[in-house]
């Protein structure tokens, strides 16, 4: 027999938003290595440690490879017919009857066909109005606000190659060094040119130190401080509003009452260098602002970024190329994600599920009739807090695909109660996340190179996800898992695709007329170069500036909204914990952790003179409390934070989110507070750093693997 021929796969990584491309290296029908390529449109041949330490996820020990079924408490093999069969009996009486009490729970790391296809299998399959997806947690607040605005959500409306024009970009709550590392490079080319970088977050981040300008306001006032600019451009006659738009008149007049004295006094940052910043920006040709979670992650994290929107906005720079705003995707495919109807209220082409007319276009889409698509329901977290309650709005059944709530959602203790409550909860994964092991059924899907598809990255760039090698054992493509699962429950139609090519056709076409318009989108097309949407006719051109206008809202103009911010807590000695990432890890964790090449410590930073006021040491373990939960983590000294802040990254079970708040949510966005919680610490007895068993550690492996 031959040997399999030496062959290349290009493809995408399947980490942040950046979406790097780089090429499989196969011999002899094996994965040897893989090498960033300098085609890439987006990172122009650079990748961050975690793309580069990606194949080592294709190797783990732990990967998932057959269904496993709950028996007598445990979690034991069974084969796929025992699988559906499961799926039969649990959820078919239930789909029937009661399909409001299963709910569907996705992510922002499937590929856009996978979107599309989940949120069809939740409302034509199963009929329930509760589907939505950890991108809740993620880009909500911003997707809020500017659809608000302007009827639009892509997260850069502009190219990344745009950013070198600014003269004075600002950072707000965007810690890019550690969760987009490619962007550095952008970042860098703007300083280069002369412009001048701000970063505005309560740490010296590593993207700070590049920046060289840095404000550290108090966690959950970065809405305050752009409200105190806005009201200096007012003052210093700065005002030329990027076009006509309603609410002007209202927003400008609220910004009176934020002088600098008070601004300063509510942020807790020096008058001189707030005065400092608003000079800079004012004097800017091409100011441009950037998102991220760090401003969003509130329970007021919506009127939070309209603050921002609205100072760019009024002072003429949305649209304007290397100016504006923008907001930075987060997962691999947070934008994609959150367009194709996985979220609660959307259907797709980012249509909404309350439109009548989006509902029926959809329905002859999908030829099902208009009252069988079901009217929104719960948001995501909405979605685990109903989990295993009896009374109206509850759930029996969960389904959850490429998502670890365990770790990831608000309150995580008592989100991980309400999952082992439910009759039913069937988890798709390819590894044993701390959410799968909790599942009654365990399916084993796909990673990213083991299928096709397309992501959409932070610009709204659409590109080709190609297939390198098939998924091991019995693991099955997520996209087939899903068709399956609609033909257990006895609703097959619209779920027989023969090819995947005939899914991502029809999810194409499903796009049409959309505000996120793929449908002049192919595999061919993307194999020549990617786009960026909207992308409505196979021989038109892609739309790299989104946010000219006018806008696609009823009248072609923008909506500035009055941001409703709550007064900041000035106690003084209050401590606040806010969450965030390392440049180590990802999301949940569930494959960084295992990732041996990939480190990172689960331990909480406190200002030295923090810790010296409470006795603390370097090294020492600390008892976090809060209403919610508590957590003992050791101790990491840090300079550069804020003596009334403290950090904890969420990438580990049993740590942040057994802290962070369940129950409060933005009223615009459904955002849990991830930002800001109140804390007290309390000491506690020494105990080895309990990062070291969260900790990869290394595997046997072969050096190859087998397509």
Avoid at 292 to 299: I, L, N, V, Y
Avoid at 431 to 449: D, F, I, K, N, R
Avoid at 478 to 506: E, K, M, N, S
Wanted: net charge positive.
């Amino acid at each position: 027999m031959n040997a399999a021929p030496s062959r290349t796969v290009r493809t995408t990584c399947p980490y942040c938003a950046v979406q790097c491309n780089f090429d499989l290296h196969l011999e002899q029908g094996l994965v040897t290595r893989a090498t960033p390529t300098r085609e890439c449109p987006v990172a122009h041949g650079t990748v961050c440690k975690k793309g580069l330490a990606a194949l080592n996820d294709l190797r783990h020990p732990d990967r998932l490879t057959t269904p496993l079924l709950r028996r007598d408490g445990q979690l034991v093999p069974v084969g796929w017919p025992e699988a559906m069969a499961y799926v039969r009996d649990a959820l078919g009486p239930l789909v029937q009857s009661t399909p409001q009490r299963v709910g569907v729970f996705g992510s922002g790391s499937l590929t856009n066909e996978k979107t599309y296809l989940l949120g069809k299998f939740a409302r034509v399959a199963l009929r329930t109005p509760h589907i939505d997806y950890n991108g809740r947690y993620c880009m909500a607040s911003a997707s809020a606000a500017l659809n608000r605005t302007f009827g639009l959500d892509r997260g850069l409306g502009f190219p990344l190659d745009d950013l070198p024009r600014s003269d004075l970009i600002v950072l707000v709550g965007a810690n890019i060094a550690e969760t987009l590392p490619p962007v550095m490079q952008y970042l860098k080319a703007a300083r280069d040119r002369g412009g001048a970088v701000y970063a505005i977050d309560p740490r010296v981040t590593p993207t700070v130190k590049v920046a060289g300008r840095h404000l550290a306001p108090r966690p959950g006032t970065d809405g305050v401080l752009a409200l105190g600019l806005l009201h200096l451009m007012k003052q210093w006659g700065r005002i030329r509003p990027t076009a006509p738009a309603h609410g002007l008149s209202d927003v400008l007049w609220h910004a009176d009452d934020y002088h600098p004295a008070r601004v300063a006094h509510e942020c807790g940052v020096p008058e001189a260098e707030l005065l400092a910043l608003a000079r800079a920006y004012a004097d800017a040709r091409t100011p441009l602002i950037l998102t991220g979670r760090g401003p969003e992650q509130h329970t007021h994290g919506t009127d939070t970024v309209q603050a921002w929107i609205n100072l760019a906005f009024l002072t003429g720079h949305v649209g304007k190329q290397g100016g504006g705003f923008g907001t930075l995707t987060g997962q691999g495919n947070g934008q994609g994600g959150r367009e194709h109807g996985q979220k609660n209220d959307q259907l797709p082409g980012a249509r909404s599920l309350r439109n009548p007319s989006h509902r029926a276009q959809m329905a002859a889409h999908w030829n099902v009739p208009e009252h069988h698509l079901p009217q929104p329901g719960h948001s995501a977290q909405e979605l685990l807090n109903a989990c295993g309650e009896s009374g109206e709005g509850g759930l029996d059944a969960l389904i959850v695909l490429g998502s670890n709530p365990v770790v990831s959602a608000a309150g995580a203790g008592q989100i991980t109660e309400k999952l082992r409550a439910l009759k039913h909860l069937i988890v798709i994964d390819f590894l044993p996340s701390e959410t799968a092991q909790l599942a009654t059924l365990v399916l084993p899907g796909s990673m990213w190179c083991e299928e096709e598809g397309t992501t959409t990255n932070l610009e709204g760039r659409v590109q080709r996800r190609r297939r390198a090698m098939t998924a091991p054992g019995a693991a099955r493509e997520d996209w087939r898992i899903l068709c399956d699962l609609a033909h257990a429950v006895g609703r097959p139609h619209g779920f027989t695709y023969p090819t995947f090519r005939d899914l991502q056709d029809d999810f194409f076409l499903a796009t049409r007329g959309g505000r996120a318009d793929y449908s002049g989108l192919s595999a061919e097309r993307l194999d020549r170069a990617s786009a960026q949407w909207p992308v409505p006719r196979a021989d038109g051109p892609d739309t790299p500036l989104a946010y000219a206008p006018t806008y696609p809202t009823p009248d072609g103009l923008a909506t500035l909204h009055v941001p409703r911010l709550p007064a900041p807590d000035l106690a003084p000695r209050a401590l606040h914990l806010t969450t965030g990432r390392l440049s180590g890890q990802y999301q949940s964790g569930t494959q960084t952790r295992r990732n041996p090449a990939l480190k990172g410590e689960n331990a909480v930073q406190i200002h030295p003179d923090t810790a010296h006021a409470h006795g603390l040491r370097a090294g020492q373990s600390v008892t976090l409390v809060t209403a919610h939960g508590q957590a003992t983590l050791p101790v990491t000294l840090t300079p550069g934070i804020r003596p009334d802040t403290l950090f904890v990254p969420f990438h580990w079970p049993g740590a942040a989110n057994l802290l962070t708040d369940p129950t409060a949510l933005d009223p615009h966005s459904r955002m849990p507070g991830f930002k800001i919680t109140p804390v007290t610490l309390r000491p506690a007895p020494a105990i080895t750093a309990n990062s070291a068993p969260e900790r990869a550690t290394p595997h046997p492996t072969s050096p190859a693997l087998q397509t």
